[in-house]
């Protein structure tokens, strides 16, 4: 593969050409191009910090802010009558509602509805969101491309891999008693799903002499996990290829960050705050990071994470770090002796002014999310986690008080970190 299929690529669809591949069943695409999810999500997005903490918990309130039209609801009706007449027009305006949501913030991802006593794979197409190497990379590790460097491969392959992965969700048995299952045991339904299809992208991507494009996907995962509890495939995707997650591997990837920043903040008289802002410094400015890095390099090595309640937080600690070194550090010198830092980590303060109010879409990572459930249900995340946990746990100055008013309403339950995905027209996996 190269040059050649490089060339073929440019005359077909290579996200389809993966899904096809791996796929069976009838399958439906939807092109979220043709819906601006900018307009869908602006009265969320355009809400103040303080307007969005009075509404998190009112799925009523978060309804009435998507901006989803007559004419959005006829577009997606329309694009699935003409994969499958009938099939738009069988949707209630809810369930029409939920695929342009969906299509319109969620990127790829795949699932399964009934239609005429037949199962159907609608199929969400990548996007503008996620339709180059780096906005795949960007979305599946959170961090932006300029501290990722060079991502491996050519175009092509990464909108392959893409396919395969969705399309694999469509051969994976699905739970008839899904909704009856407690949060946390959706939730590690749906990550043995992800680790499944994430399976089949790293094979075939090795299988094709495509090693550099396997680490990198591996890489990615383990650098997303730390805000991607629905994604934390990594330490899967080596080794035995029989081992499936179990609720302790969940539970470790939905707690092993803040573990890590707090241990490493304590190891080195900073909050985990700071970490956290040391870990995403400017491009080219690493030594913070490599700081950070080389103490969690040291705890892991004199065994600080060995006697974890869960033995797995240390493996996810360990990919991490790991990734980290060769996606990150490993892309960058560090900066010239006379450059760098007395020895003291930097703190940064933002450049907002925080006695202003501040709209969501202003803060790093504060692009909102809304899933819509069953009847009148609804939940929100921001920046992929709760709306709770953002706000309780964001750097930025501006939202210190929220961070006071919700830090006696987190649930230590960790299964909150994302929300539930079952819906009445198909759970949808990405």
Do not use: C
């Not at 609720?247 to 190891?267: C, D, I, P, Y």
């Amino acid at each position: 593969m190269g040059v050649g299929e490089a060339f073929i690529s440019l005359f077909q669809d290579d996200f389809e050409v993966g899904v096809e591949d791996t796929a069976k069943g009838p399958l439906i695409y939807i092109e979220p191009n043709s819906f601006d999810a900018q307009k869908i999500m602006s009265g969320l997005n355009n809400l103040t910090v303080e307007q969005a903490m009075k509404i998190i918990d009112d799925p009523a309130k978060l309804r009435e802010h998507l901006n989803i039209d007559d004419a959005d609801v006829q577009r997606m009706r329309d694009m699935l009558n003409e994969q499958r007449p009938g099939l738009g027009d069988s949707l209630n305006l809810d369930e029409t509602k939920m695929l342009i949501v969906r299509a319109a913030q969620n990127g790829p991802h795949a699932q399964a509805m009934m239609h005429e006593d037949q199962k159907v794979f609608i199929i969400n197409k990548p996007g503008n969101a996620y339709d180059e190497k780096a906005d795949i990379a960007r979305n599946m590790s959170g961090f932006n491309t300029e501290f990722l460097g060079t991502v491996p491969g050519w175009e092509y392959l990464w909108e392959r891999a893409q396919g395969i992965h969705e399309g694999a969700h469509t051969n994976q048995a699905e739970l008839e008693n899904f909704s009856s299952l407690s949060p946390q045991e959706q939730k590690l339904h749906i990550f043995s799903r992800e680790v499944d299809s994430d399976r089949h992208v790293v094979k075939w991507l090795n299988d094709n002499g495509h090693a550099d494009i396997a680490q990198a996907w591996t890489d990615y995962r383990a650098l997303g996990a730390v805000f991607d509890s629905e994604h934390p495939t990594a330490p899967f995707l080596s080794g035995d290829p029989q081992l499936q997650p179990t609720m302790r591997h969940l539970e470790a990837a939905q707690t092993f960050g803040q573990t890590m920043f707090e241990a490493v903040g304590k190891e080195l008289n900073i909050s985990s705050m700071d970490v956290q802002k040391a870990l995403q410094t400017d491009p080219g400015q690493y030594d913070d990071a490599r700081t950070v890095i080389g103490a969690l390099d040291t705890m892991l090595a004199r065994g600080d994470f060995d006697n974890q309640e869960n033995p797995h937080v240390k493996e996810y600690i360990q990919a991490y770090v790991d990734a980290y070194k060769r996606q990150i550090l490993d892309e960058f010198q560090p900066v010239s002796p006379q450059n760098a830092p007395s020895g003291e980590l930097r703190t940064t303060e933002s450049s907002m002014n925080t006695d202003q109010p501040v709209k969501l879409i202003d803060v790093n990572g504060g692009a909102a999310k809304v899933t819509l459930g069953e009847g009148d249900s609804a939940s929100m995340t921001i920046g992929e986690v709760s709306a709770s946990q953002f706000f309780a746990s964001h750097a930025h100055p501006a939202l210190a008080a929220e961070r006071i008013a919700l830090s006696e309403t987190l649930s230590a339950d960790p299964s909150e970190t994302r929300p539930e995905q079952a819906v009445n027209a198909g759970m949808a996996v990405t």
